[in-house]
């Protein structure tokens, strides 16, 4: 049930505020407003023209749980602007103008999302600590591989990762080996080498669409037994990859718009006394 404003002591000029949640999306908003009531737990600030996050501009809110501040212009974000907040665990950032990733992000921090800002480099230690991290949306940044530092992501365990519309070359060695889903699509890979999974033994689900990549190095899958969907479409393959038939939990596999002119009889499906745990549920090869 929604409760009147006039009950609420406080609450920020122009936004609504009713059971811990405070609106104030759309209002051409150049800064955070003061009169946050302090038990809020989540803050749309969406599609304002905010430019920083001040020192104090979360003073006080200790139980914030979600803070969306997509579509903004922020550029600078105090690097103790996250002190207070330190149950904060959905934090929102896309569509901005930042060039790096925030320094002291709390540590409770569950997803992060920073799509479309200016991000060309990962420091070492950006996520330092952060063990609750599990989804971490970067696409639309000009990053390219040597912009990810060694021990980037040491100690981290992600899950959820999508780097896409980037500048990436190859499939980065130094992702959390933690990951299930990693997005790659849209950058300028131009080949899968050998060892380029030996880091991500549980994934299931990869995506490398819309790439440049020529060719799939004989065995590279199979340090990844537990992927489920492969994505290969728009790349410039001749072949069906290598190893396929070997991958027991493969079900869905996307090759369409490559060069591939011919298909073998054991592409897809293991050979001999051999069996799959579960069966195809899709394969695309139109457009070749």
Partial sequence: ???????????????????????????GLTSIPRNIPPDTRMIDLQNNKIKEVKE??????????ALALNNNKISKIHPKAFQPTKKLRRLYLSH??????????????????????????????????MKSLHVLEMSANPLNNDGIEPGAFEGVNVYHMRIAEAKLTSV???????????????????????????????????????????????????????????????????KVPPGLPELKYLQVVFLHS???????????????????????????????
Avoid at 192 to 218: H, W
Wanted: hydrophobic residues 35%; proline residues 6%.
């Fill in 56 to 65: 104090n501009d979360l003073q006080g809110l200790t139980s914030l749980y």
């Fill in 96 to 129: 901005n103008q930042l060039t790096e990733i925030p320094t002291n992000l709390p540590k409770n921090l569950a997803e992060l999302r920073i799509h479309a800002n200016k991000v060309k480099k990962i420091h070492k230690d950006a996520f330092k600590g």
């Fill in 1 to 27: 049930p929604l409760i009147p404003f006039d009950l609420f002591p406080i609450c920020p000029f122009g936004c609504q505020c009713y059971v811990r949640v405070v609106h104030c999306s759309d209002l």
């Fill in 172 to 238: 980065p060695k130094e992702l959390p080996s933690s990951l299930l889903e990693l997005h790659l699509d849209d950058n300028k890979i131009t080949a899968i080498e050998l060892e380029d999974f030996n880091r991500y033994k549980d994934l299931q689900r990869l995506g490398l669409g819309n790439n440049k990549i020529k060719e799939v190095e004989n065995g590279s899958f199979a340090n990844i037994p537990s992927i489920r969907e492969i994505h290969l479409e728009k790349n410039k393959l001749k």
């Fill in 258 to 288: 490559n060069h591939i002119a011919k298909l073998g009889v054991n592409d897809f499906c293991p050979t001999g006394r051999r069996k799959k745990k579960a069966l195809y549920s899709g394969i695309s090869l139109f457009n070749n």
